[in-house]
T-cell receptor, first 114, second 113 residues
Framework: DGGITQSPKYLFRKEGQNVTLSCEQN?????MYWYRQDPGQGLRLIYY???????QKGDIAEGYSVSREKKESFPLTVTSAQKNPTAFYLC?????????????FGPGTRLTVT | GQQVMQIPQYQHVQEGEDFTTYCNSS?????IQWYKQRPGGHPVFLIQ?????EVKKQKRLTFQFGEAKKNSSLHITATQTTDVGTYFC?????????????FGKGTKLSVIP
């Protein structure tokens, strides 16, 4: 089955700890994205990557870091510098360019930091 | 940054009533997409509109893209309980490239049986 997997589904951490969220896709998509979703806030873009070894900051990149060493994988690290890390994190991917701009989303990781 | 405004934020309807959500951008969009997120789930792509004035239908759902390509709407006829969820519009702003979508905040639809 082709798709996007995110793990774990629920994650609990203590304040001050860094935590890495996993995102893997087997859709052969070039572009990958990380969004944060808070109640009533919609989806806000954290980072995106158009190609391996390259990524760009989105609207709310502060306190987050990413890497794109493989086409299939785009892990997100939530650092201790992120002031309000508790949220629902969604990873997405899409084909590069062309008229098809649809994004495919993973099931999400719900992070709780106390 | 670019913004897409979406209203209303919440809508409660009786089953069988119609529902409409609206999106508006201050700048021209190259295209707009609509997604549905069921409670506890993740956004799922519904449709993409590209042409000025475009209208597309999916069963009871009708999607429109404005003539100026700055606004869009989703209309559901005779809602059912299966329509429950949050509907998001997401736009590509002209000149921004094909990689970055700007999402509206969504309209959360509740259907009372």
């Amino acid at each position: 089955d082709g798709g996007i997997t995110q793990s774990p589904k629920y994650l609990f951490r203590k304040e001050g700890q860094n935590v890495t969220l996993s995102c893997e896709q087997n859709l052969n998509h070039d572009a990958m994205y990380w969004y944060r979703q808070d109640p009533g806030q919609g989806l806000r873009l954290i980072y995106y990557s158009q190609i391996v070894n390259d990524f760009q900051k989105g609207d709310i990149a502060e306190g987050y870091s990413v890497s794109r060493e493989k086409k299939e994988s785009f892990p997100l690290t939530v650092t201790s510098a992120q002031k309000n890390p508790t949220a629902f994190y969604l990873c997405a991917s899409k084909t590069a360019g062309g008229e098809t701009y649809e994004q495919y989303f993973g099931p999400g990781t719900r992070l709780t930091v106390t | 940054g670019q913004q897409v405004m979406q209203i209303p934020q919440y809508q409660h309807v009786q089953e069988g009533e119609d529902f409409t959500t609206y999106c508006n951008s201050s700048t021209t969009l190259s295209n707009i997409q609509w997604y549905k997120q069921r409670p506890g789930g993740h956004p799922v792509f519904l449709i993409q509109l590209v042409k000025s004035g475009e209208v597309k239908k999916q069963k009871r759902l009708t999607f429109q893209f404005g003539e100026a390509k700055k606004n869009s709407s989703l209309h559901i006829t005779a809602t059912q309980t299966t329509d429950v969820g949050t509907y998001f519009c997401a736009g590509h702003h002209s000149g921004a490239g094909s990689y970055q979508l700007t999402f509206g905040k969504g309209t959360k639809l509740s259907v009372i049986p």
